[in-house]
Structure formats: C-alpha cells, structure tokens
C-alpha cells in the first residue's frame, strides 16, 4: 500500500512540474547562452535547499563580503576626483535607505566607473556595485533609489549569501577561498522570483526612504525601450549606446524578467499600497554624464549635438572647465565664432592659466571679426588684470598683427626661444598673410623638436601660399606622429596636389579630409581659418567632387 501511495504522490509531483513549465515556458533562440542558463537554473535549485539549512551567521557574510569587495577594488586605489564624488553621491543616497532594511548591516556603495557597464549589483554583507552606464541613463535621484533599494533587497533576503553558498559548493571551495568568486557571478542576476522580489521591496525601501515610486516606473520603462531596440531585427543603437553596449545587455535581459513585467508589478504594488506619486529629486550627479555624452558626439564630429549635450551640463552644473571646452570646440567647428569667444571666456574664469584656452579665446575673436578681435582681447586683458606672461603675448602679438600693428610681434620673434610658442607665433603670422615671415617661425619651431607634426602641416600651408608645392609636398610626406595622421595634414596635400593639377589624387585626399573633419565642407570656417587660395581650393574641389557624383549617377 505504502508503495503505491509513494508512487502516486511522485506522478502527481511530475504532473504538476510539466503543468507548472508549460505555464512559465519562455521561448528563447537556441545558442550556447541557453543551454548555460539551463545548466545555471539546474545548479541553482540542486544546491537551494541545502543552504537554506546551512545559513551564514551575518558575521560570516559580512566577512566574505569585505574580502570580496577588497578583491574587486584592488589596483582602483587612485580613484580620479569625479569618481570620489558620484560615489559620494552613491553613499548620500544609500545612507537615506540604510535605516529602513530590513537587516542591520554595514551597507557601503561603491562606483564602477565604466561607460558599457550598465548593470549593479551586489556582494553579501552590504556591499553596492552601480556602474557609470546605468547612470547615465537616470536623470532623478528617485531611479537611483530604487536600483539601490533593489541591490539592497538581494542582500536582505540572503540571495547574496545562497549565491555564495551555491558557488562554494559547486567549486568546491573552502571557506576563505571564496573570494575567488568572479564579480560576473553577482551580475548575472537571480532567479525570477528573486529579482521581482526585489523589485518589489527595494521600491518599498525607497518610498520608505521618502522617494517616489515612479522612480523604479521610469528605470524599467528605460529598459523597455532599450529591450524593444535590441529585439529590432534592424538594430541602430541610440546614440548613448554603443553596439558593444548592447551585447552586453543582451545578457542582462537574458538573466532577468522582462521590463513590462516589472513596470506592472510596480504599478500594481502603486495601487495596492495607494503610494503617492510625488515630484521626483534631480540626480546631482547627472551633469558628469551629460558632459561624456557631450564629448562623444563632438568626437563623432555631431557638433550640434554636442554643443546642445554641454548646454544641458551647464545648466545643471555651471563651474565645468571639460563642458565649456567641449562647447567651446562644438561651436567653433560649426562656424559659431562668437559663441565661441564667449565660452572660452567663462571657461578662462574658471581656469585662468590656461594657455590653451587663451589662445582659442583669440583665435574665436578673430574668426569673428578680425577688425575688432584686438580690442576685445585687450578690453579682455584689462579687465581680469592680466600681464603678458607667456600665455597671452604670443595671442596677443598675433591679434595686434591682424590689426596691423606688427611691432610687438617682431619684438617678440627675437625673444622666443620656445618651439611651442615659435610654432603659436608663426601661424599668426599666417593668419596675417606674412607667409615667409610664418615660414621662418614654423621652420624654427621644428629645428628645436622635429616630430611636431602640427607645425610641419602649419609649415606646408606657408609653403603652398608662396607657390612652393613640392615643398609642401615634402613637408607633409615627412610629417609623423599622432597629429600627422589626421584630416589637416590630408587636406593639406589635397590642395597641394590641386594646385599641382593631380586632380584625381587631390579630390581622393579632399574626401579622406572631409570624413574625418566635416568642417573643411563649411566655407565660413575654413575661410576664418586658411587663406583665400587655399579656401578656393578647398571649394573648387567639393565642387569638383559634386560634379563627379552627379555624372555616376544612371
């Protein structure tokens, strides 16, 4: 009797697993990721029991915890001064939930400070991972919250501990050996019901905490969209992401349930505890990745979009030297001269020593209008009290040149002795049309360091203009180094071999140029910058190319 009484609760055991995996079957593409999940999910509920039975005392946990996070921090000691204040940041916010979990443990947060790592996790006995990816898709401090609630959660419900436990026994690892764990095991995320677990309480922890809920609302609605793209057969990834990015995300969705189900059981956990949606807080920090955005679309040559991303920065954090530069460059490079000047003055407040930014400032008012650009650098001068140290009188000496005033200037040119400055000099004496007088500078400049790239392109400019072209050709086959790979030098021996009349190798150069410096299409720009023969050039040849194009077409 016993026999088929055992036999009859073990039928209606396998009955209820195939009724309850049909109910919960997720139709995944076959690859190695499934099978590896499948293993992982197996391992998991194998090793689940018997560690429930076998629980760490929280001393043990926080222990394994500590060892851990010194493993995983070790080598990022010197942590740059923007990372000290988001993790800051991190540890004001977390210390506004520590009082309400559940567990009475040593919570610290810590900041991974690497834009493709959109993701947090957490490490047994309080420790916080958030990553600068999933940061900056936030832009309230009440999303914040809730990503940390929901860390917090893992650790308060023990999940942290079990993983440990599971790994422990699966690797067969003594107890001190445990902080051979990889961080990638914590990342992975947990079971199903485990991470809506912990949607569920970590929002509860931030509303306790006086954040609203929406905050976790609008996390997971931001996944929504990224899932929906990554699903897209015709993937093109948001400007933010890139397509490493989304791989990596790939397997966050992988591993957790989908966003519209979290965002419905928010919504439902809204309804039943008649939570009050209240304003959300700006996240303090969010201007740091506005700026990163910013100086990726400026790299990407998308000025607009760039100068647009730093305004957005400055508006939330105004004392930015990195925003105003990347605005100052975005707003130069689509011919907004004035605009220019004027962020390279904010930016010379804040940092007034830097001769860089000097010597944009004067280059931006002459762009601007050459005419008046000297007694603006001067009103300038006067105004903050500047004497000509070596940072403004090379600037100034070239703005009074194109005022026609070259005395100063030819006091100055037997006075340096520095290539960098005899190099700066020269090419204001380009923007003068004294080209032999900006031969001899740059010529100069080059004797003292030979592998200046920027003053031996400078250099073949002044030689095309006094009609030696094979000399400029010279100059610029012989130029090496990072800046002699970039589109200048390119555009350079395009007009070169224009005036040369090798048209087909000079439009081959002029396209290289234009790909990788759009400006050169711009003729207000190039016009502030190069002479009127070499801005004809630069035109004839888009011309040229233009016709080219159009004669392909069938």
């Known amino acids: 009797m016993r026999q088929w009484l055992a036999l009859s609760v073990i039928l209606l055991m396998c009955v209820a697993a195939i009724w309850q995996g049909e109910r919960n079957r997720v139709d995944v593409p076959a690859s190695p990721a499934a099978i590896l999940h499948l293993i992982a999910d197996t391992e998991q509920e194998l090793t689940r029991m018997p560690v429930r039975f076998t629980r760490l005392s929280d001393q043990e946990e926080i222990a394994i915890g500590n060892e851990m996070a010194r493993s995983y921090d070790a080598g990022n000691e010197r942590k740059s001064e923007q990372t000290k204040e988001v993790e800051a940041y991190l540890n004001q916010v977390g210390a506004r939930l520590v009082p309400f979990a559940h567990r009475k443990l040593p919570y610290r947060f810590h900041y991974i400070p690497e834009t493709g790592f959109i993701n947090a996790f957490a490490l047994p006995g309080g420790h916080v991972y958030v990553g600068e990816g999933l940061l900056a898709l936030m832009d309230s401090e009440d999303e914040l919250a809730s990503v940390i609630g929901h860390e917090m959660e893992h650790i308060d ?256 040119r037997s006075q340096l002795t520095d290539p960098e400055l005899l190099g700066q000099l020269g090419w204001w004496y380009y923007q003068a049309k004294d080209y032999r007088a900006a031969e001899e500078l740059l010529e100069n400049a080059l004797q003292q360091r030979p592998g200046g790239a920027t003053f031996r392109i400078h250099l073949a400019w002044a030689q095309i203009e006094l009609d030696r072209l094979n000399d400029a050709l010279e100059t610029l086959n012989t130029a090496y180094g990072e800046d002699a790979a970039g589109p200048e030098r390119t555009m350079a021996r395009a007009v070169t071999e224009w005036r040369a009349q090798q048209g087909d190798a000079a439009l081959s150069d002029y396209e290289a140029a234009l790909a990788g410096q759009p400006e050169w299409a711009n003729p207000q720009w190039v016009s502030a910058l190069y002479s009127s023969k070499a801005a004809t050039a630069v035109e004839t040849l888009q011309s040229e190319q233009e016709q080219r194009r159009k004669s392909r077409r069938p």
């Open 157 to 412: 419900h023990y999940h942290c501990a079990e993983r440990v436990q599971q790994e422990q026994a699966l690797r067969k690892l003594p107890l001190g050996g445990l902080v051979a764990i990889p961080m990638e095991v914590f990342e992975a995320g947990y079971s199903k019901d485990q991470e809506l677990e912990a949607d569920r309480e970590g929002t509860r922890l931030a509303v306790k905490a006086g954040y609203s809920a929406n905050g976790a609302i609008r996390m997971f609605a931001t996944f929504q969209r990224l899932y929906e793209e990554w699903q897209s057969p015709a993937m093109n990834p948001a400007d933010e992401l890139s397509r490493v990015t989304y791989e990596t995300l790939a397997g966050y969705f992988r591993s957790h349930p989908l966003p519209s189900e979290r965002i419905q059981q928010i919504n439902t956990l809204i309804a039943s505890e008649h939570w009050e949606l209240k304003p959300e807080r700006d996240l303090e920090v969010a201007y740091i990745f506005w700026t990163q955005k910013a100086l990726r679309a400026l790299e990407a040559h998308r000025y607009a979009d760039a100068a647009s991303l730093a305004t957005q920065s400055l508006k939330l954090h105004a004392a930015q030297p990195r925003a105003l530069r990347v605005l100052a460059q975005a707003q130069f490079a689509q011919a907004r001269f004035r605009d220019a000047a004027d962020s390279c003055h904010e930016l010379l407040k804040l940092e007034p020593s830097d001769s860089g930014a000097t010597n944009s400032f004067a280059m931006a008012l002459a762009a601007n209008n050459r005419g008046q650009a000297f007694g603006e650098f001067q009103d300038w001068r006067e105004g903050e009290k500047r004497a000509l140290s070596s940072d403004v009188r090379v600037p100034y000496a070239g703005l009074a040149l194109l005022a026609g005033n070259a005395e100063f200037a030819a006091q100055l």
